[in-house]
């Protein structure tokens, strides 16, 4: 038996429309986390306390580095490239001015996105989304993975190029991570829960 090879293509302009407007118009039980990735819609159920204490603690440790005509959002949608996608970050850092009035803004308008992985979207996070966010040009990508295979990490991600990203720097639960200008802030990365304090 051969496996058979499916090449995804992403949605025409019309169904794309069509996505957008069932994500738009579906009356989703709160909390659910609603997102179109790789032109699939996708629901998630509500992040548990820990994911909640984590990205509180990132909150603080971000706040005195945001420009005050920047915002640090928590359910604001962004639209990466090729129409493939329609992510809620967990944490995004984006001007005042883009977000105003605005249902989701283009990826490209955010100076800093954090997604902190769930053991069901991690492979979203990991992959998926560090595609879309490189495309789109989001200068910074958090990436705050608890289920990490060799243990919890934060590692950012810079310098996008086409689908890729560089790795810039990588910490362990537990250490200062330092997060570069434009925000130069350190984040105690000790206040955050692993998945043992369940």
């Known amino acids: 038996m051969s496996a058979l090879a499916v090449e995804h293509q992403p949605p025409s302009d019309d169904d794309w429309d069509l996505l957008v407007r069932f994500w738009e118009e579906t009356d989703w039980q709160e909390g659910l986390t609603v997102e179109i990735i790789k032109g699939?819609?996708?629901?998630?159920?509500p992040p548990t306390g820990n994911?909640?204490?984590?990205?509180?603690k990132?909150?603080?440790?971000l706040q005195p580095g945001i420009p005050m005509d920047w915002g640090l959002h928590q359910t604001l949608g962004v639209v990466v490239p090729s129409k493939s996608g329609l992510y809620i970050p967990d944490l995004l850092v984006a001007p005042d001015a883009v977000v105003k009035g605005a249902p989701f803004i283009p990826a490209a308008a955010a100076e800093l996105v954090v997604e902190i992985t769930s053991p069901y979207n991690a492979k979203h996070d990991r992959v998926?989304?560090?595609?879309?966010?490189?495309?789109a040009g989001v200068p910074f990508y958090l990436l705050i993975d608890a289920f990490a295979p060799l243990g919890p990490t934060l590692t950012l991600h810079g310098e996008p190029r086409g689908d890729?990203?560089?790795?810039l720097q990588v910490a362990k639960f537990g250490e200062v991570f330092h997060l570069p200008a434009p925000f130069d802030?350190?984040?105690?990365?000790?206040?955050?829960?692993t998945p043992e304090d369940s």
């Open 185 to 193: 802030v350190d984040i105690d990365t000790s206040l955050f829960p």
């Open 128 to 135: 998926d989304k560090a595609v879309g966010y490189a495309r």
């Open 40 to 45: 699939i819609v996708t629901v998630a159920p």
């Open 164 to 167: 890729l990203y560089r790795v």
């Open 51 to 56: 994911h909640s204490l984590i990205a509180a």
């Open 58 to 61: 990132l909150m603080a440790c």
